[in-house]
């Protein structure tokens, strides 16, 4: 019966907090840095940490100082977030650096022609091929993963991007004819 008495004592000191401090809040994370457009949803958060922990406030400590340290946690998250997102974007081809659609059709043509070339070949030359061209791995390095004398595993490549360069070369004579 104690709980069903404190919730509702809770409830209301969090939403005195929230209408008092609001605007301390929302200042001190564009101090922080949290560029103004995100600021609305950075003090959303610091008010969602607020409400799930005000039963372990200690009153001992300032209520702006308790907030302030809120405040910077979530300013840093968000900044964390900020930069992460900056990277993935930045990590993304440029419109203007795509090829003209003609081209990746051909390309897509190409790569379907390869996929085609790769599975007529035996699954342990096509294993070679894959490890050394797509996953950069030496010879030597292959050979000790798979086991196989480096002699059959430069055969193995040899022989893969033969055909490889075989099933391109006769797409090139399709499309100029």
């Known amino acids: 019966m104690g709980a ?6 809770l409830g209301e000191a969090f939403e005195a907090i929230y209408t008092e401090h609001f605007p301390f809040v929302w200042r001190t994370l564009l101090h922080l840095g949290v560029p103004r457009g995100v600021a609305e949803d950075a003090a959303q958060e610091v008010f969602i940490v607020v409400h799930r922990r005000l039963g372990s406030w200690d009153p001992e400590v300032s209520l702006r100082s308790w907030l ?21 974007l930045a990590a993304l081809p440029r419109p203007e650096d795509a090829p003209p659609p003609d081209q990746r ?11 085609r070339a790769l599975e007529r070949l035996d699954p342990d030359t096509r294993e070679a091929f894959l490890m050394a ?21 430069y055969s ?15 797409a090139d004579e399709e499309s100029t004819t």
């Open 4 to 9: 069903t008495r404190r919730a509702p004592r």
């Open 68 to 88: 302030y340290g809120i405040c910077r946690r979530v300013a840093s998250g968000q900044r964390r977030s900020h930069h992460r997102h900056r990277r993935k």
């Open 105 to 115: 059709v051909a390309s897509r043509r190409d790569l379907a022609r390869l996929h």
């Open 133 to 153: 061209e797509l996953e950069g791995m030496s010879f030597r390095e292959i050979s000790e993963a798979t086991g196989t004398n480096p002699n059959t595993i």
């Open 156 to 170: 193995r490549v040899r022989k893969a991007r033969a055909a490889a360069r075989a099933c391109l070369a006769s």
